[in-house]
């Protein structure tokens, strides 16, 4: 399955408004953005926006960086002409060219899928430490905002009935090398707010649940993110547990949403938890979405060695997101919504 969406869809182009739809959002005209991770989940729909306000005249540059120009072409190929939009092939690992001035720095290069925290857990630390460490060194030289994407998996493995505001410290199992990615994104926010304190770097932190929708890459291996391709190939919907887990979810539109908006009027030095309560859903019940989408089936099934290592154990991880919402910022997706869109964008 190609990697390029049909981003003509007006249910696509009706979520790049909406992303637009921020008070103040006129403040971002004229600037720049360095945006690691660029051809992900949400870079491609956090660069899509930002281009959509350039024809509306915003004169944003944007700067993507990724490991792949053949995907990027696939997935950012559109750009590739424009005068705002240049793009970088590089290893985040690797600083980041001195000569690029920038207004906001957004690292969301990372292994974000099982199967990479199984099998590249050194990797894994490597991109998100190394590459925040990066993010932060560029904006230190420009006097940048630097927008960190977190996660949730910062608060640990909890096994009860938690919701987690900002202040909850979380539990983590450091006996396995599946800690490699939430013990990473904790040093990585550690490291913010580090170089805020002792450097005077410009943070804001969004705290992201588990992000859907169709700008997913096809080769994600997330539960949810295999079960819309399944989903997509008319298959029945593989459930690897039971499907207690209760998680938090948000489609990728009201992401990007709200990390601009935390961009715009979030507190520098604190962290946000991005999430909707209309999508805080059991994953049997996101399988049986998509099944039911697809008129198939959920079959439960026993996963393999190398899939069960990079799995999270958590059973309940609900964000509240009280405190984005105190800063005005409203999502807009409920899930059956969300799902919807999400299938109808992908199945061009």
Known sequence: MAEMINKQHPLYQEDLKNILDIPEFEQLKGK???????????????????????????????YAVGRSWERAKSRLGEYEQDEHFHFMEQDVRQPLPEDIRVDVVIPLASNTHPLAYSQYPIETIEINVKGAEHALNKALACGATVLYPS???????????????????????????????????????????????????????????RAFGPTML???????????????????????????????????????RSMLFILLHGESGKAYNVSNQDC?????????????????????????????????????????????????????????????????ILSF
């Open 151 to 209: 996660s949730v998996e910062v608060y640990g493995n909890a096994r009860g009935e938690d919701v987690f505001t900002e202040d909850y410290t979380g539990k983590l199992n450091l006996e396995n090398a599946r800690a490699c990615y939430p013990e990473s994104k904790r040093l990585s926010e550690a490291l913010c707010l580090s170089y805020m304190a002792e450097r005077g770097v410009d943070v804001k932190i969004a705290r992201l649940s």
């Open 280 to 344: 805080n859903v059991k994953l049997k019940d996101f399988a049986g979405a998509c099944a039911h989408w697809a008129g198939k089936e959920v079959v439960f099934d026993l996963p393999s060695e190398v899939e069960q290592k990079g799995y999270s154990v958590a059973m309940h991880a609900i964000l509240d997101n009280s405190r984005l919402l105190s800063i005005g910022c409203l999502p807009l997706y409920p899930f059956d919504e969300a799902i919807l869109r999400t299938f109808e």
């Open 32 to 62: 720049s953005f360095l945006i690691t991770g660029a051809t992900g989940l949400i870079g491609v729909c956090m660069i899509d926006a930002l281009m959509r306000y350039n024809s509306q005249g915003a004169d944003i540059q944007i």
């Open 218 to 256: 096809m080769s994600d291996t997330k539960a949810s993110s295999q079960f819309i391709l399944k989903a997509l190939a008319g298959e029945d919907i593989i459930l690897k547990s039971k499907g207690e887990q209760f998680f938090s979810y948000t489609y990728v539109a009201d992401v990007v």
